[in-house]
């Protein structure tokens, strides 16, 4: 079974900084994407970033030259680095894991627990 766990998540001031980390567990032969959706309270979940494992980016328009996905395909995690946060970026943070490989399932998809990132003063 495979699980994504989240960490990094808190309180900041407007024009702070935050980094996420996510790593996924279980018996792992490939993920072709992991990325990161956020939800507002009384919003939809939505798309920060993705990256797949050949490093292909891709960032929504609100988040971008202020955040930076990475990840490390060894280690099955994936990170975003969030700089120059505002007060519109607060919301519960969800990690993702698209096309993953096990052995018993060729291509599944799987979700964090959620980690709440706010942005306040």
């Known amino acids: 079974q495979v699980q994504l766990v989240e960490s990094g998540g808190g309180l900041v001031q407007p024009g702070g900084s935050l980094r996420l980390s996510c790593a996924a567990s279980?018996?792992?032969?490939?993920?072709?994407?992991m990325g990161w959706y956020r939800q507002a309270p009384g919003k939809q979940r939505e798309l920060v970033a993705t990256?797949?494992?050949?490093?292909?980016?891709n960032y929504a328009d609100s988040v971008k030259g202020r955040f930076t996905i990475s990840r490390d395909n060894a280690k099955n995690s994936v990170y975003l680095q969030m700089d120059s946060l505002k007060p519109e970026d607060t919301a519960v943070y969800y990690c993702?894991?698209?096309?993953?490989?096990?052995?018993?399932?060729?291509?599944?998809?799987?979700w964090g627990q959620g980690t709440q990132v706010t942005v306040s003063s």
């Open positions: 990256i797949t494992r050949g490093s292909n980016t």
């Open positions: 279980g018996t792992i032969f490939s993920i072709y994407a």
């Open positions: 993702n894991a698209q096309r993953v490989h096990t052995p018993t399932l060729l291509a599944g998809d799987y």
